[in-house]
């Protein structure tokens, strides 16, 4: 990914002062324009140090988490080189080890537990893309065609990864599968094109600059190609660096003043989450899961430049500060769906740049809000052509028809119901109509709105 870490001697007043300036703007303008909340307001965090100093240059390193807990990172050893590793939820750390150079490091980590990221060659420094499995090691998944190097940022659950590659002429987006390899993705009409995640449905976001040169965040579906996302500004530039299983997509943009993180849905277009309007200071939003819930960073401007805040955001509570591990620069740079963040922060004599693991409770949403979410998912899946609309019809009566039953007060009713959708999801991928990670997606989401409503 492509951000800027800003180092400092010591946090100022006049830092901490701008925090609260940039903290002054309430969620509801956002909101409204949002719709029905997904995520709820921050109750409690914890903050743990993961034991080892990371590094998180543009283009050098990044971190994942997977549902187990499980994070990809890039460990800097004491000879200040990266270094692929895997850590265990338990706290085992593997080490991925290399493609035949001195340096390698690990962008993210699927529920399988497969990683991918970069990796020098024997030709060092040049870097190839990988993905590592347990069984296999790590595997160099080559460029795109006339390139030298390749970067894997990110692999969803059918083990499909994206990243970029150069070729003849500028970096591209690709998409690897194991069965097809290495696809280009193309460009907005312009030279350049990076892809930076992909859901379990094939989604796949990135930025890549337009016939004009301007910088643009893109959508990318197998049916439909690259799609531009637009700015928070006409002719703004915008970059989408994550998304959820939703098609909810997460970035920075541009505004007349400074770079703010956003939201893009479909039926709202892109909504800027902040910070507030006047407060002299950059975002970026670099992660969403299936609750809406969006984690980045805060970057203050004043007399002294700081990194100063990680921040998770919900629609219900705006920019909540996750704290860090004493000194002034975290970073929150991925969220997994049961409220685990991992990032980045500085010792308290900025010393070090600590691997971080925040955990971070919500008030949990009501079961109306999960039935939402689950009727959202599918509405994704969709459009992405992974159903039909007559089989989404099908499922979609069953949700509506246990909400009616749970506005009744008829509890046992609303849970037959949804048992009923998870069997037709389940019959579904069965029958290969849906991919096993995207139905798995739907079955639990559709399993938290029952332990909802039997809580």
């Known amino acids: 990914m492509k951000h800027t870490t800003i180092r400092s001697a010591v946090l100022t007043a006049a830092c901490c002062a701008a925090i609260g300036a940039c903290h002054d703007a309430t969620p509801t303008d956002a909101l409204s324009l949002i719709g029905t909340p997904q995520a709820s307001l921050v109750t409690n965090i914890t903050v743990s140090d993961l034991g080892?100093?990371?590094?998180?240059?543009?283009?050098?390193?990044?971190?994942?988490?997977?549902?187990?807990?499980?994070?990809?990172?890039?460990?800097?050893?004491?000879?200040?080189?990266s270094r692929a590793v895997l850590r265990a939820a338990d706290g085992n750390l593997i080490d991925l080890g290399t493609l035949g150079g001195s340096q390698a490091a690990a962008n993210d980590v699927n529920d399988l537990g497969q990683v991918v990221g970069w990796s020098y060659t024997s030709d060092n420094p040049v870097s190839h893309a990988f993905r590592w499995t347990v069984g296999t090691g790590?595997?160099?998944?080559?460029?795109?065609?006339?390139?030298?190097?390749?970067?894997?940022?990110?692999?969803?659950?059918?083990?499909?990864?994206?990243?970029?590659?150069?070729?003849?002429?500028?970096?591209?987006?690709?998409?690897?599968?194991?069965?097809?390899?290495?696809?280009?993705?193309?460009?907005?009409?312009?030279?350049?094109?990076?892809?930076?995640?992909?859901?379990?449905?094939?989604?796949?976001?990135?930025?890549?600059?337009?016939?004009?040169?301007?910088?643009?965040?893109?959508?990318?579906?197998?049916?439909?190609?690259?799609?531009?996302?637009?700015?928070?500004?006409?002719?703004?530039?915008?970059?989408?660096?994550?998304?959820?299983?939703?098609?909810?997509?997460?970035?920075?943009?541009?505004?007349?003043?400074a770079d703010?993180?956003?939201?893009?849905?479909?039926?709202?277009?892109?909504?800027?989450?902040?910070?507030?309007?006047?407060?002299?200071?950059?975002?970026?939003?670099?992660?969403?899961?299936?609750?809406?819930?969006?984690?980045?960073?805060?970057?203050?401007?004043s007399k002294v430049l700081a990194a100063c805040e990680a921040f998770v955001w919900t629609a219900e509570g705006g920019m909540v500060d996750l704290g860090g591990l004493g000194g002034s620069f975290p970073e929150a740079r991925t969220i997994n769906n049961v409220g685990q963040v991992v990032g980045a922060s500085d010792n308290p004599t900025n010393t070090q740049f600590r691997a971080t693991l925040w955990t971070v409770q919500f008030t949990p949403p009501t079961p109306v809000e999960q039935i939402l979410r689950v009727e959202t998912e599918l509405q994704n899946a969709v459009s992405v052509g992974a159903l039909s609309d007559g089989q989404a019809d099908g499922l979609r009566a069953k949700l509506e028809a246990a909400t009616q039953q749970f506005n009744k007060d008829n509890l046992g009713s609303a849970i037959n119901l949804i048992q009923a959708f998870i069997r037709q999801v389940q019959s579904y991928t069965n029958a290969g109509i849906v991919s096993a990670p995207a139905g798995q997606s739907l079955i639990d989401a559709a399993q938290s709105a029952i332990n909802e409503l039997m809580s």
């Open 138 to 257: 790590m595997q160099d998944l080559g460029t795109l065609p006339g390139g030298h190097f390749s970067y894997a940022s990110a692999i969803n659950n059918l083990g499909q990864v994206v990243g970029f590659s150069d070729g003849p002429g500028n970096d591209h987006a690709f998409l690897w599968t194991a069965e097809r390899g290495m696809q280009d993705l193309g460009t907005l009409g312009g030279p350049f094109s990076e892809a930076l995640d992909i859901n379990d449905l094939g989604q796949v976001v990135g930025s890549s600059t337009l016939s004009n040169s301007t910088t643009r965040a893109f959508l990318w579906t197998p049916s439909t190609g690259m799609h531009d996302l637009g700015g928070l500004v006409s002719a703004g530039y915008s970059e989408a660096l994550g998304l959820n299983n939703l098609g909810h997509v997460v970035g920075r943009a541009g505004t007349q003043t």
């Open 52 to 81: 080892f100093e990371v590094t998180l240059v543009p283009f050098f390193g990044g971190l994942g988490i997977n549902a187990n807990g499980d994070v990809a990172a890039a460990l800097l050893d004491a000879q200040f080189r």
């Open 260 to 301: 703010h993180a956003f939201l893009w849905r479909p039926e709202s277009g892109m909504v800027d989450l902040g910070p507030s309007s006047g407060c002299s200071s950059d975002a970026d939003a670099f992660a969403i899961n299936d609750f809406d819930q969006v984690v980045g960073r805060l970057t203050i401007v």
